[in-house]
């Protein structure tokens, strides 16, 4: 049992609910976009509010750091990304009901206006229904390619990487790993941009724009008691940089921060795509990082797990209605 201080105490079980985009969708450019509907966010917030007691992320940071308690059911809601649908759309819900959430906005889309790869990525996936298309010509793009970068049959990358997971189908793995961390990084730009040039729009300024928060914006949500921690500069898989990278990625994103005026005397991570090994760990914790949240699946046991590397559940884990029972998730937390 420890905390980052190496102080022991008993285990305390959190709820991370993990969100992205959360919009209307139906009403959108965008519909086959994989994020949560306004109502159905709603719905869900009234599930929570009936079951768990919501914290602010700075009450996760004091229990970790200083042996500050938590209720029984604590929950916190994160928004991953900074997209511009947690100012109009998240924020206004929470402020209704009197609620928190840790927002954790990528550097580089809010400063620099462009679309981050991870993002051109979605909404070409959203943009494209047949999916076998992109797979073609990620095929062939591997094909016409593979003696400049020395690039593996396709028929391995198809072995290795069609695999469908919890959310999202083989096809779709497949597009997101070749084209999020698999290939070399120039072929990949090369592939998103050309494929977010076709399928989506060729001026990326104006998306960007319209997609991400504005500094102003999140500096807002500050200023209304919500949590901002950090989502690295350029939502990149941190895990598989080298440590140079990792300080420059870190650094830049908490230099982004405390333009914003967020405390950096004890913060929050959100490793983006739920990356990071232990030359990451041990450069966050350096720079007094008290709280780092991954993708793995699961409750927070505070006391118990590594605080630099708590799980979370999706917004899909929980019911969308607000009437409906007890679900495994919420059981396992301690509630009746």
Not at 31 to 55: C, D, H, M, N
Not at 292 to 315: C, E, M, Q, W, Y
């Amino acid at each position: 049992m420890f905390d980052t201080k190496g102080t022991f105490r008993s285990d305390t079980a959190v709820t991370i609910v993990m969100y992205h985009y959360v919009r209307e969708l139906e009403k959108s450019r965008y519909p086959g976009i994989k994020g949560l509907a306004t109502s159905q966010f709603e719905e869900q917030i009234k599930y929570i509010r009936r079951y768990y007691k919501v914290i602010n992320g700075s009450d996760l940071v004091e229990a970790v750091s200083s042996g500050g308690q938590l209720p029984p059911r604590s929950l916190l809601l994160t928004f991953d990304d900074g997209y511009i649908d947690h100012f109009e759309t998240v924020f206004p819900i929470l402020k209704h009901h009197g609620l928190t959430g840790c927002f954790f906005p990528t550097a580089k889309a809010t400063l620099e206006h462009t679309v981050l790869d991870v993002n051109k990525i979605h909404f070409v996936l959203a943009a494209v229904a047949n999916k076998n298309l992109l797979v073609d010509h990620i095929c062939t793009a591997i094909d016409q390619n593979r003696t400049i970068y020395n690039l593996r049959p396709t028929q391995a990358y198809l072995h290795k990487f069609a695999k469908a997971s919890r959310f999202d189908p083989a096809e779709v793995i497949f597009c997101k790993c070749m084209l999020q961390f698999e290939l070399p990084i120039m072929l990949r730009e090369s592939i998103v941009n050309d494929l977010f040039a076709r399928y989506v729009t060729t001026d990326q300024g104006s998306f960007a724009k319209e997609l991400y928060m504005s500094a102003d914006q999140i500096c807002f949500l500050l200023r209304e008691g919500m949590y901002v921690g950090s989502h690295g500069y350029d939502h990149v898989w941190q895990g598989r940089l080298s440590a140079n990278d990792q300080v420059s990625e870190i650094d830049r994103s908490l230099s982004f921060l405390d333009s914003l005026g967020v405390d950096l005397s004890r913060w929050m991570m959100s490793y983006p795509y739920g990356s990071y090994d232990e030359s990451l760990l041990s450069i966050v914790q350096s720079r007094n990082c008290a709280v780092g949240l991954t993708t793995n699946v699961g409750l927070a046991f505070i006391g118990k797990d590594n605080p630099l590397t708590l799980s979370r559940i999706d917004t899909n884990d929980l019911p969308k209605l607000s009437d409906a029972s007890a679900n495994e998730w919420t059981i396992s937390a301690g509630t009746r």
